[in-house]
């Protein structure tokens, strides 16, 4: 309406592991869940569709699968829902045979509502180990530190990949005739930030930095990355991008 005050649309924090484990390859959809990342449905919302309760992330693809000719559908669905409810939404989902890809999102905090730890919750590993027991086949891990998981013990045909091999990842798991499990892992970055500022998790001594020199103003890297912390920069030759050193919690 005429004369209201703007409102600035919700975003991920800088460097939450939602801005990347939402992205989709071209082609795809997404079935949203409650949570954080449940604002990829403002940022991409002709690719991340139909919120659920929570819970139910998935469901409903089991009603419009046998009426449409979509082949697959990913569902994202985060951990704190997974241990609370969310198993029984991809235990109906094995027991129909439907193809869907269940992005469970692994940032190990119930982020959405100030960062508790997450009761009941499992490893990586326990949570693999978890969802073979319910019928799970197809299953992959994706991680934005492969050292972690250097002394973890996977089931066999259960693939340990870094974050920047996701769209690979997730163009397989689209082939794929039934249910299968993307577990995305990726601390929570306003908890990792918390964290550093009591001693309590590592600080690296590095930071990222734009050359205004160089940049050419485009804009790509802050639609890529969807960060925050990358900022217009008013210089003589136009605008560039900078990075706000305030707000950058070392994503990179």
């Keep these: 309406p005429r004369g209201a005050t703007p409102v600035r649309s919700p975003s991920f924090c800088s460097g939450c592991p939602h801005g990347r484990s939402t992205k989709l390859p071209e082609g795809s959809r997404a079935l949203a869940g ?28 089991l ?30 989902a094995v027991a129909a045979h439907v193809p869907i890809t269940y992005k469970l999102l692994h940032n190990g905090f119930v982020s959405m509502t100030g960062g508790q730890p997450i009761a009941g919750g499992q490893t990586v590993p326990q949570m693999v180990e978890a969802l073979r027991a319910d019928g799970v086949q197809k ?18 045909g259960v693939p340990l990949k870094h974050r920047s091999e996701l769209e690979t990842v997730q163009k397989e798991l689209r082939e794929y005739p039934g249910v299968s499990v993307l577990v995305y892992e990726q601390p929570c970055a306003t908890e990792r930030r918390r964290l550093r ?22 804009g790509d890297c802050g ?15 136009g605008r560039k991008r900078r990075i706000n050193q305030s707000s950058c919690n070392k994503d990179f």
């Design 139 to 156: 299953i992959v891990v994706v991680t934005d530190d492969l050292s972690k998981y250097s002394s973890a013990k996977f089931p066999d």
């Design 197 to 218: 500022k009591q001693g309590k998790w590592d600080d690296p001594a590095k930071r990222s930095f734009i050359n205004s020199a160089v940049c050419e103003g485009c």
């Design 223 to 237: 639609k890529v990355s969807t960060c925050l912390s990358i900022e217009p920069l008013e210089t003589e030759f």
């Design 63 to 92: 009603g419009q699968q046998p009426f449409t000719t979509e082949k697959h559908v990913f569902a994202n669905m985060g951990d704190g829902t997974y241990f609370h409810s969310g198993f029984l939404a991809l235990r109906q």
């Design 34 to 61: 409650i949570g954080c990342h449940t604002m990829a449905m403002f940022m991409e919302p002709a690719k991340t569709t139909t919120v659920s309760h929570m819970g139910g992330e998935g469901a409903m693809w």
